[in-house]
C-alpha cells in the first residue's frame, strides 16, 4: 500500500513540482526504518554533531518575525528572517513533526529546518533552487527522498520545462559540488547559531554560497 501511495505520489510531483503534498506523502513512503537505518548510521558516523542531535532529539523553539528581526544586522538569524519573509513563509505557522526516535527525528528535524538550509546555501525556492539544494541534501547524506524529488525534478524537466533545463542542471550540479564540499550539517545547533554572523556560520561549515559556486563553476568552463 505505501508503495502504492508513493509510486502515485512520484507521478503528482512530476506533473507538478509546486504541489507540496505529494512530497509529504512521498517522504513517508521513503522513511521508514529500512530505508533510514543506513542514512542515520552514516549520518552518526560521520558528524559528532549529528550524534549528539539524534542523543537528544534537539529540536528548534517556536519563532516568530519579531525574534528573528531583532537578531544583529548580518546574522544568519536575520537573513533567514528575510528569506521566509520574501518567500511568504511564516515560520510559527509551520506544523510540528512528532519525533520519539531516531527514524521520526531525521524527518521532523529535516523538516523544520528546510528553509534554514536554504538561507544558509543561499538557493532560491523555485524548482532550480529546489533541486539544487536537493543535490546538496544527497551530496550530505544518503537520502532516498533526495534523490526521488531530483528524478522526479529531472522528469519534469524533460517532459514540462526543457527550456528550463539549464538552470536546473546548473543548480544540481552545484548543489551537489557544494554538499560535498561541506562540513555535515545535518543536526547541527541551529539554535546557537541564529545570532551569529552569516559569513562566520558558512566559513564554519566551509558553505560556499550558491552565486559563489555559480561563479566559480562559470569561471571553470
Known amino acids: 500500500m505505501a508503495t502504492i501511495k508513493g509510486v502515485r505520489a512520484f507521478v503528482t510531483v512530476v506533473r507538478d513540482t509546486s504541489s507540496l503534498e505529494p512530497i509529504f506523502q512521498l517522504r513517508e513512503s521513503l522513511t521508514n526504518?529500512?530505508?533510514?537505518?543506513?542514512?542515520?548510521?552514516?549520518l552518526k558516523e560521520r558528524s559528532a554533531e549529528a550524534r549528539t542531535a539524534f542523543r537528544t532529539l534537539r529540536r528548534l523553539?517556536?519563532?516568530?518575525?519579531?525574534?528573528?528581526?531583532?537578531?544583529?544586522?548580518?546574522?544568519?538569524?536575520?537573513?533567514?528572517?528575510?528569506?521566509?519573509?520574501?518567500?511568504?513563509?511564516?515560520?510559527?505557522?509551520?506544523?510540528?513533526?512528532?519525533?520519539?526516535?531516531?527514524?521520526?527525528?531525521?524527518?521532523?528535524?529535516l523538516y523544520e529546518?528546510?528553509?534554514?538550509?536554504?538561507a544558509l546555501t543561499g538557493f532560491d525556492i523555485d524548482v532550480a533552487g529546489e533541486l539544487g539544494?536537493?543535490?546538496?541534501?544527497?551530496?550530505?547524506?544518503?537520502?532516498?527522498?533526495?534523490?526521488?524529488?531530483?528524478?522526479?525534478?529531472?522528469?519534469?524537466?524533460?517532459?514540462?520545462?526543457?527550456?528550463?533545463?539549464?538552470?536546473?542542471?546548473?543548480?544540481?550540479?552545484?548543489?551537489?559540488?557544494m554538499g560535498r564540499y561541506a562540513k555535515p550539517i545535518f543536526g547541527i545547533d541551529w539554535e546557537s547559531l541564529l545570532p551569529q554572523s552569516l559569513e562566520e556560520v558558512r566559513a564554519?561549515?566551509?558553505?560556499?554560497?550558491?552565486?559563489?559556486?555559480?561563479?566559480?563553476?562559470?569561471l571553470a568552463a
Open 204 to 218: 564554519r561549515y566551509r558553505i560556499v554560497p550558491v552565486t559563489q559556486a555559480f561563479n566559480q563553476v562559470k
Open 33 to 42: 526504518p529500512k530505508m533510514l537505518t543506513p542514512m542515520i548510521a552514516d
Open 61 to 109: 523553539p517556536p519563532w516568530n518575525f519579531a525574534s528573528l528581526d531583532a537578531l544583529p544586522e548580518g546574522s544568519l538569524g536575520r537573513h533567514f528572517a528575510e528569506h521566509v519573509r520574501a518567500a511568504g513563509i511564516d515560520p510559527a505557522a509551520l506544523p510540528t513533526l512528532p519525533a520519539h526516535d531516531d527514524f521520526g527525528y531525521v524527518a521532523a528535524h
Open 133 to 177: 539544494l536537493q543535490a546538496f541534501y544527497l551530496a550530505q547524506q544518503r537520502s532516498g527522498l533526495s534523490l526521488a524529488i531530483l528524478s522526479a525534478g529531472m522528469l519534469n524537466t524533460a517532459i514540462y520545462a526543457m527550456d528550463d533545463r539549464v538552470r536546473r542542471l546548473d543548480a544540481i550540479s552545484v548543489g551537489w559540488g
Open 113 to 118: 529546518t528546510h528553509d534554514l538550509w536554504h
